[in-house]
């Protein structure tokens, strides 16, 4: 497998690298978009912000030639979408599954790639392939730069000819072969193109809401609870939900960052809180409030609630353990001084990065419901439910149970993230506070 590896890299950097340097000011591209070898021609002319992913550009493509999202697609500059000397930029399937290809097909993600970063100047070209089995080939023309003005929407379309072949209808591109399966093969609709260009993908985008939220409200749209999530992600479109005391709500967090301030907190040889800490944290920890009655049940083994929320805080970079105590990162040596630098701090790191494909699931879904959750129930049947569309069972076959969520740090700092006793009959209440923390995740 290491071979294989390395074998990959080799080929990877063996192809050319055909990116342009990112331009220094945005400026709006109008883009020629004809698809390959219809007759009569089938094109859009869309004027698009040039700061844009090739995601987004995709989306855009999507509905003004109004398709459905419903295949794979790639972009690729230097040549067609699989040639061997062109440079490929990849969905998100054939990024997390390139094993699937030959070594030779690897690509980068178009997520991760900017439009300006593919078009320069008038006249440079890029090629969009959507679906692998009709093969519908688009060429991408920048026909002008023009400057962008205060407020310029991402995208709108400002000419075209010919409504575009319906999906899966077999590469259909000549003009009576589409008579057959189109009522008006001429009918081109601008307005109503432009006024898609306002859906909740769009929207959210614009917000500057976390890309891999907005790929999953778009992936379950159509399903069961497809119309709830939305709902409650365009919520963050908006303003923030007011918070009245950050330090009050985050008590638990700076008592912890307090106690380990020098010499750190001392542990048990077994690496646990020693039980005057648990005792003391106990306190203080607000899902601990309708815990238990300590009388010899003072260990953090006894007292999940305490120790769950320490872990908690090691996992986010703000404790770590060394040589037998408990002592602060640089990041809680800086948290612990100023609140404000705590709040950013647990808002950067509540989504995981990369790994944990479930986690980082899981934890854009609680974070959407909880920003538009203040002082209500996060819906954790609705939660486990979406997971289970995307895909996810217990090993067993049995589909996502809420249970399975209580234990993902997200989960464990929001229920934290109170001025309030987390009783049992609150355990699923959303503070304002974790609200508006749940808001700054998504939109940081």
């Excluded at 010499?263 to 309708?290: C, F, H, N, Q, R």
């Excluded at 959407?368 to 995307?390: K, M």
Aim: net charge negative.
């Amino acid at each position: 497998m290491k071979d294989r590896h390395l074998r990959m890299v080799t080929d990877v950097e063996s192809r050319p690298d055909l990116r342009h340097v990112r331009r220094r000011e945005v400026v709006v591209y109008r883009l020629r978009v004809d698809i390959d070898h219809a007759d009569p021609p089938i094109w859009r002319r869309i004027d698009v912000r040039s700061d844009v992913t090739l995601d987004f550009l995709h989306q855009v493509l999507q509905v003004a030639f109004d398709w459905t999202d419903s295949h794979l697609h790639r972009f690729s500059l230097g040549g067609d979408a699989f040639a061997r000397d062109s440079q490929q930029f990849l969905c998100p399937y054939d990024v997390d599954n390139d094993d699937g290809w030959d070594d030779d097909d690897d690509g980068i993600p178009a997520a991760a790639t900017r439009l300006d970063e593919t078009l320069t100047e008038a006249g440079d070209l890029l090629h969009y392939l959507y679906d692998y089995g009709d093969n519908w080939e688009l060429t991408i023309r920048l026909d002008q730069v023009l400057p962008a003005g205060s407020g310029c929407a991402a995208a709108v379309v400002v000419g075209g000819e010919r409504a575009a072949p319906p999906e899966d209808c077999g590469h259909l591109v000549d003009a009576v072969s589409l008579a057959e399966v189109l009522p008006d093969p001429t009918r081109f609709e601008p307005e109503r193109i432009n006024k898609a260009f306002g859906g909740a993908y769009f929207v959210l985008r614009e917000a500057g809401v976390d890309a891999r939220l907005v790929d999953l409200v778009h992936q379950l749209t159509f399903t069961a609870h497809g119309d709830g999530l939305t709902a409650a992600a365009l919520s963050l479109a908006g303003a923030p939900p007011d918070t009245t005391d950050v330090t009050a709500s985050l008590r638990a967090f700076q008592w912890f960052l307090d106690r380990a301030e020098g010499s750190g907190i001392p542990l048990t040889g077994a690496g646990y809180l020693k039980p005057a800490d648990v005792e003391k944290a106990a306190k203080v920890v607000p899902t601990m409030m309708d815990w238990l009655d300590f009388g010899k049940n003072n260990r953090e083994t006894h007292c999940h609630p305490v120790l769950w929320f320490r872990e908690c805080l090691q996992d986010l970079g703000l404790l770590r353990k060394n040589k037998g105590r408990l002592l602060l990162t640089k990041a809680g040596e800086a948290a612990q001084r100023d609140v404000d630098k705590l709040w950013e701090h647990l808002a950067g790191r509540l989504v995981p990065k990369a790994g944990d494909k479930f986690g980082m699931q899981a934890t854009l879904l609680i974070l959407a419901y909880a920003a538009a959750s203040a002082d209500s129930d996060l819906p954790f049947d609705t939660v486990a439910a979406l997971l289970t569309e995307l895909g996810w069972r217990f090993s067993d076959g049995r589909p996502v149970e809420d249970y399975a969520l209580r234990r993902l740090p997200v989960w464990v700092v929001l229920t934290n993230v109170t001025d309030q006793p987390v009783t049992w009959r609150r355990r699923n209440a959303i503070s304002p506070t974790a609200a508006a923390l749940a808001h700054r995740a998504l939109r940081g």
